[in-house]
């Protein structure tokens, strides 16, 4: 009989009674997605390490306090923001985010339209990023966010129009300048 | 309906992963943060368990001893068996080494072959002589646990909290500093927990240091002198300066590994090194930087050479005759908090400091002709990089 995929439910079931091969599956389900939102959150690859690492230490740390009826994955997405914001709002007075030469270096291998459209979005407000990045990136729902992030669903909406609001203009900024 | 913005954004976005290598390091540490904190559940549980049954011999059960009553329930004094993974650094330890610790503003990290404690509240903490034991401040008490299975090998009930611990090289006795009601004590205790006794009535919250033989014990006054205790002929002297060294407060001192140098930080970037028994100590300046400065952090490499460090330049010293010469200075990518040398005596770690974190890292000892800090390995990050790491390497 084939076994079905366990939900995140039972692996933090299983991890909370002891088992580390559920806390690993745990880990491997949801890291890369963790890192993601650090990553467009923080701007910055070595910012993003940090925080992604810290959120899961701080998940696996409570995991004993955790609601089961509660999906993990926007739990530990919504300690992941909230570290990469308040890194940024402290990290930002001393060392600012990767330089540009550093982002294009990093994604260097991505067609020339993608590499700007990440770099668009690097250059949104934290807070727009934020919606953003778990919109289009986590797959998130408008409502999911806003339970997520503790704002109003409008707030969200909101948020997101003027992220592609501006992530549009930047587009067109852009052909500007290849057609000068 | 998505637009083809928001199609791009998703493919995009979804496209972003995470290094491997980074990868294995955080789960790594996830693992081990769940672990640790089952670990203190399971713990703090055994200790209700435990007052419960020293209640009921209290209440007249008749078993004889509460060791026998803790083993007939099946409650040890000894905490569950820690996880076999390293959690500092999250890769293998180098060779040789048996233990790494890191500690600051009341946190402990430990990585060993066989213990790794994450983030661990004590008010103290020091490995043994080859990594067998650890000595931790824990409430009001000084506990020794064994790295091999984690277990409380003794615990020692103290006057308040141990702010400092320093083992003795030949392991058999361990200095510390136990700080109540605004007063800081030396004491010393054997390394089996008994036979404790005062050493000096007003010290400051600074580490102690043993001469290589165990037998004298370098320690900063409450006035922030240093001040040398010779168990053989139990006379305690104040360390002299030569004329022209910076007056202020000494805030690390250490032995070399051999022989009978001591060095100790001071004010404005400044070491003193010398033979605290024959002359005035020498002082010399980490940078070439003039002005004022914070203490450096230093660390001996060998009986006669140690590495310091001031903002982000690391420096090899080596006492040459009365004097102190560098040979070799270079720069480290951001300012380095906490250093330390490894067993071999030929890495050194250190804790730099980015943004709000310490990012731990191991690194070549420097050599002349060098002019970057050579970094072979990153380990880990901790909060709060102002805490005053303290590193430890056995």
């Not at chain 1, 880990?27 to 899961?56: C, I, K, L």
């Not at chain 2, 610790?101 to 509240?121: Q, T």
């Not at chain 2, 139990?234 to 007056?247: F, I, L, N, S």
Request: net charge positive; glycine share 10%; charged share 20%.
């Amino acid at each position: 009989m084939a076994m079905g995929v366990p939900t995140d439910a039972d692996l933090v079931r299983r991890a909370r009674a002891g088992s580390r091969e559920a806390a690993g599956d745990l880990f491997e389900r949801h890291w890369p997605g963790a890192w993601r939102a650090a990553r467009v959150v923080t701007g910055s690859r070595a910012m993003a390490d940090d925080v992604a690492q810290d959120a899961f230490e701080r998940a696996f740390a409570a995991l004993g306090r955790f609601d089961e009826q509660r999906p993990f994955g926007a739990w530990l997405h919504r300690i992941v923001v909230n570290r990469s914001l308040d890194l940024l709002r402290r990290e930002r007075r001393l060392v600012g985010l990767d330089s540009p030469d550093r982002i294009e270096s990093e994604w260097r291998d991505l067609e020339a339209e993608d590499r700007a459209l990440l770099l668009a979005v690097e250059s949104l407000a934290p807070q727009r990023r934020v919606v953003i990045v778990l919109r289009y990136g986590l797959g998130y729902a408008p409502a999911e966010i806003a339970d997520m992030i503790g704002v109003p669903v409008g707030t969200v909406h909101s948020r997101l129009a003027r992220a592609l609001e501006d992530l549009r203009g930047s587009e067109r900024e852009e052909a500007d300048v290849e057609r000068t | 309906m998505s637009s083809e913005l928001e199609q791009r954004l998703e493919r995009v976005l979804r496209g972003i992963e995470p290094a491997s290598p980074t990868t294995e390091q955080a789960k790594a540490a996830a693992l081990a943060a769940r672990e640790g904190s089952g670990l203190r559940s399971r713990y703090r549980l055994a200790l209700v368990a435990a007052a419960l049954v020293g209640a009921l011999v209290m209440t007249g059960v008749t078993l004889a001893a509460s060791r026998t009553v803790r083993e007939v329930v099946g409650i040890t004094d000894t905490p569950p068996r820690a996880t076999h993974h390293s959690r500092l650094p999250h890769s293998p330890l180098p060779p040789g080494s048996g233990g790494f610790a890191a500690f600051g503003n009341g946190r402990l990290w430990l990585a060993s072959p066989s213990l790794a404690i994450a983030d661990e509240p004590h008010s103290a903490a020091e490995l043994s002589p080859g990594a067998l034991n650890i000595a931790v401040g824990s409430g009001h008490a000084l506990v020794v646990r064994r790295l091999s299975d984690g277990g409380v090998a003794w615990s020692h009930h103290t006057t308040g909290h141990v702010v400092a611990a320093a083992w003795a090289p030949i392991g058999t006795e361990i200095a510390y500093v136990v700080q109540s009601r605004g007063t800081a004590q030396l004491r010393m205790i054997e390394g089996d927990g008994d036979h404790d006794r005062l050493v000096a009535g007003s010290v400051s919250a600074v580490t102690p240091s043993w001469r290589a033989d165990s037998l004298a014990l370098a320690y900063v006054s409450s006035g922030g002198r240093v001040l040398v205790h010779n168990f053989f002929s139990q006379k305690t002297h104040a360390v002299a300066r030569r004329q022209g060294c910076p007056a202020g407060r000494a805030t690390q001192v250490a032995f070399a590994p051999r022989g009978t140098l001591l060095a100790a930080s001071i004010v404005d970037g400044n070491l003193l090194v010398g033979d605290p028994n024959r002359r005035p100590m020498a002082c010399t300046g980490v940078s070439a930087a003039k002005g004022p400065a914070p203490p450096p952090r230093l660390a001996w490499i060998s009986g006669r050479t140690l590495v310091a460090s001031l903002f982000d330049t690391v420096a090899r010293l080596e006492v040459r005759g009365q004097g102190v010469a560098s040979v070799a200075s270079v720069k480290a990518p951001s300012g380095v908090t906490a250093l330390t040398v490894s067993p071999d005596r030929r890495q050194i770690a250190l804790g730099l400091w980015r943004g709000d974190r310490l990012r731990l890292v191991v690194a070549t000892m420097p050599v002349s002709g060098d002019r970057d800090l050579r970094i072979v390995r990153a380990l880990r990050s901790l909060p709060d990089p102002a805490a005053g790491y303290t590193l430890i390497w056995r």
